[in-house]
T-cell receptor, first 116, second 115 residues
């Protein structure tokens, strides 16, 4: 089944303890992206990757890192999490481009992160 | 600059009655517009898209949306609501400028269906 898989689904951690949220897609998509969803703010892009070894900042990149060593994987790394990073995170991918008209986005089921 | 405004954060309708979720956009260029749906504990799923072909766009599960350039609107409608339509809906605008595409999400509308 074609899908975007995120792990874990739920994560509770403490301030300053490094964590990684994994994202994997099995559709051979070129483009991958991370979003955070907060009440009343919609989805905001954190980082994106147009292809392997190519990543760039989105609208809210502070406090996050990503890597794209393989086409299928795009982990999100929080080196020193803080409470303001408590949020619902989504990974998404598309065949090419940025999820535009010819290649819409496919989303994972989300990771709910709580930082205390 | 581009932006998208979803006029209602929460809409409640009775089962079997029409649904209207409102979206207005601003864009300096001809936009591409999308509606995505998010069911509880799930990721977002594409509902329908407008890409400058027909102004009335039909999507999955009986939803449709009409692009009205004069009103800069892209409202989502369904003639008869079903319990399974309860979800959060996001309007998305895409600006294409010199080959670069930038997505902007609305803040979402939570649709509640009353039995």
């Amino acid at each position: 089944e074609a899908q975007v898989t995120q792990n874990p689904r739920y994560l509770i951690t403490v301030t300053g303890k490094k964590l990684t949220v994994t994202c994997s897609q099995n559709m051979n998509h070129e483009y991958m992206s991370w979003y955070r969803q907060d009440p009343g703010l919609g989805l905001r892009q954190i980082y994106y990757s147009m292809n392997v070894e190519v990543t760039d900042k989105g609208d809210v990149p502070e406090g996050y890192k990503v890597s794209r060593k393989e086409k299928r994987n795009f982990p999100l790394i929080l080196e020193s999490p803080s409470p303001n990073q408590t949020s619902l995170y989504f990974c998404a991918s598309s065949l090419y481009g940025t999820g535009g008209q010819n290649s819409p986005l496919h989303f994972g089921n989300g990771t709910r992160l709580t930082v205390t | 600059a581009q932006s998208v405004t979803q006029l209602d954060s929460h809409v409640s309708v009775s089962e079997g009655t029409p649904v209207l979720l409102r979206c207005n956009y601003s864009s300096s260029y001809s936009p591409s517009l999308f509606w995505y749906v998010q069911h509880p504990n799930k990721g977002l799923q594409l509902l329908l898209k407008y890409t400058s072909a027909a102004t009335l766009v039909k999507g999955i599960n009986g939803f449709e949306a009409e692009f009205k350039k004069s009103e800069t609107s892209f409202h989502l409608t369904k003639p008869s609501a079903h319990m399974s339509d309860a979800a959060e809906y996001f309007c998305v605008v895409i600006l294409s400028n010199f080959g670069n595409e930038k997505l902007t999400f609305g803040t979402g509308t939570r649709l509640t269906i009353i039995p």
